[in-house]
C-alpha cells in the first residue's frame, strides 16, 4: 500500500526551493503524491504563479483558494479562518 503524501506550497518562495523535494516525491513509487497550490499562487496580483506549477507537469495538482480580497486585519482573519 503507498503512503499519500501532499505537498503544500503557497507561495513562489517555498516552491522553487521545494522543487528536488516534490520531484522526488513523485518519481518515489512509495508514495501516492499530491501537489497543494494556495495562497499567492492563486492571486492575479500575484502573477497567478499555479499556472508555472501545472506546466510542470505534476501528475496531481490541486487548488484551494483562501486569501480574501483584501490585506486588512479583518480580511486576513477570514482567509485564516
Known amino acids: 500500500m503507498k503512503t499519500k ?25 512509495r508514495f501516492e503524491a499530491s501537489l497543494i497550490a494556495t495562497g499567492s499562487h492563486l492571486g492575479a496580483e500575484h502573477g497567478r504563479t499555479v499556472r508555472e506549477i501545472e506546466s510542470a507537469g505534476w501528475p496531481r495538482v490541486i487548488r484551494i483558494p483562501f486569501l480574501g480580497a483584501g490585506e486588512n486585519a479583518l480580511e486576513l482573519a477570514r482567509s485564516a479562518g
Not at 506550497?9 to 518515489?28: K, N, Q
Request: aromatic share 20%; proline share 4%; net charge negative.
Open 5 to 29: 503524501v501532499a505537498y503544500v506550497t503557497t507561495a513562489r518562495s517555498d516552491y522553487g526551493p521545494s522543487y528536488w523535494v516534490i520531484r522526488d516525491l513523485f518519481a518515489d513509487s
